[in-house]
């Protein structure tokens, strides 16, 4: 079946960190550039994070920047974000998506395939 999957989203505590993986299944994600985005409630969905077909070029929204990494294992045919010194503000359903080019792109229009969301809570 077609499809990405998210996992790793919980439950933690500011200052903390976690590792969101996206697999796919049904199509290989070394040929799209992917993007990690996020929604929280009441809010626009937003770009995170996103890494180019190759892997060698990633971009990050300023409020990411220097605590989130984003990664790719093309053997697993997975995508990771690992995630350190959240806070409060990062609590959101996180998603990643698949890009219709190979390069990276912080516009959603340009990603044709999502998953279903991983939800991170960041709290005390």
């Known amino acids: 079946q077609l499809q990405l999957v998210e996992s790793g989203g919980a439950l933690v505590q500011p200052g903390g960190s976690l590792r969101l993986s996206c697999t796919a299944s049904?199509?290989?994600?070394?040929?799209?550039?992917i993007g990690w985005f996020r929604q929280a409630p009441g809010k626009e969905r937003e770009v995170v994070s996103c890494?180019?077909?190759?892997?060698?070029?990633?971009d990050y929204a300023d409020s990411v920047q220097g605590r989130f990494t984003i990664s790719r294992d093309y053997a697993k045919n997975t995508v990771y974000m690992q995630m350190d010194s959240l806070t409060p503000e990062d609590t959101a359903v996180y998603y990643c998506?698949?890009?219709?080019?190979?390069?990276?792109?912080?516009?959603?229009?340009?990603?044709?395939?999502w998953g279903r969301g991983t939800q991170v809570t960041v709290s005390s």
């Open positions: 890494i180019s077909s190759g892997g060698g070029t990633t």
């Open positions: 049904g199509i290989a994600l070394h040929y799209h550039a």
């Open positions: 998506a698949a890009s219709f080019r190979l390069g990276p792109s912080p516009d959603l229009l340009e990603y044709g395939m």
